[in-house]
């Protein structure tokens, strides 16, 4: 099975093999006409890799890339019809070697991760540090995926529980912080809003990488079960020069697999199709990673019995209010 550094190694492979493409990028779209390597403008013909999102379904996985071909325009645009038409051509050539590609002369792609059929090519004319015209490929790969089979490095053999009736909303949150504290690649953990992932309000310090951590989201309360639903960021820092973002895509991606598995192998039914968004972020720290949205599901049978209510009368609204009159001086007193 293919880890993602190893599917990006194969699409840097066939922009290197390929006749036409004199350089090969992957990152931000911000990034597309800078070389990060040589801090220089790059070569055109450029095959520029953009990720995109990962989806875990039941039996598979899916990569999304935008893939984009783009050739510099001269000023009078003269090359323009030029341009589209090679870059198009490209387009093609790239989607042809992952179906066709039975052979190790070939690359024997075709063995391993197979293409979604109707992929859209998007064409375009975008003044960026160049001026620079081509097509987007937005194509997706399919490659199996059995959860039976995974073995996350987990300390003590660690999965969650096998009972579906949690006693609350802080017993997930309690079980995710053990996932991270038992995974041997994870080094800090936190929970809250977003914006507090790069600091943690335990040591008033800056966190250490890689990070886990867990933004609530919405609840629906569904017929006899509630919705819980979460995005579970997956993060490490960044090289200033960028050199690791490939590595760090990829080793982050892996942790999510580990996660979402032991999720899947438990009887929290989470949700399969979850989607998983690479992100590249600027904050205190230059972090890069995956968020995981999903939904898991809790029991909730709507029992009156164990509601937390003091017997009910029915006040008027001017009852009400000397009560809770009452209630306020009551809290000046503790």
């Not at 859209?120 to 790969?141: H, M, R």
């Amino acid at each position: 099975m293919l880890n993602y550094k190893q599917i990006v190694t194969e699409l840097s492979s066939i922009a290197y093999h390929h006749p036409q493409i004199m350089s090969f990028g992957i990152g931000d779209i911000d990034q597309a006409t800078m070389d990060v390597r040589t801090k220089r403008a790059p070569q055109y013909t450029r095959m520029y890799v953009v990720p995109g999102e990962v989806k875990l379904n039941e039996h598979h996985i899916h990569f999304d890339f935008s893939i984009i071909v783009m050739d510099k325009v001269n000023e009078d645009q003269s090359n323009l019809p030029d341009i589209m038409s090679d870059t198009l051509e490209i387009c093609k050539d790239i989607w042809t070697i992952f179906w066709q590609s039975y052979t190790p002369y070939y690359g024997n792609f075709s063995q391993e991760l197979v293409g979604d059929w109707a992929p859209q090519c998007i064409p375009f004319t975008e003044k960026y540090d160049d001026v620079v015209a081509g097509f987007t490929l937005n194509i997706s790969l399919s490659m199996p995926f059995d959860y039976n089979e995974c073995t996350p490095p987990m300390i003590d053999g660690f999965g969650f529980p096998q009972d579906q009736t949690f006693e609350s909303y802080r017993v997930v949150n309690k079980d995710f912080q053990a996932f991270a504290d038992l995974h041997k690649q994870i080094n800090s953990y936190g929970f809250g809003s977003i914006e507090l992932l790069t600091n943690d309000i335990i040591t008033k310090e800056a966190p250490l990488y890689p990070r886990m951590y867990c933004v609530p989201d919405m609840v629906s309360l569904n017929e006899n079960h509630m919705h819980i639903s979460y995005n579970v960021v997956f993060a490490d820092k960044l090289n200033v020069d960028n050199s690791n973002q490939v590595d760090v895509l990829s080793d982050q991606l892996e942790i999510v697999k580990d996660f979402y598995a032991k999720l899947y192998l438990s009887e929290y039914e989470a949700y399969v199709d979850a989607s998983v968004q690479p992100f590249l972020e600027q904050d205190e720290d230059t972090l890069c990673g995956w968020t995981i949205s999903l939904n898991i599901i809790q029991k909730f049978d709507y029992n009156r019995c164990v509601l937390p209510e003091r017997p009910f009368t029915h006040y008027t609204w001017e009852q009400l209010e000397e009560m809770w009159k009452d209630v306020a001086v009551q809290w000046e007193d503790i």
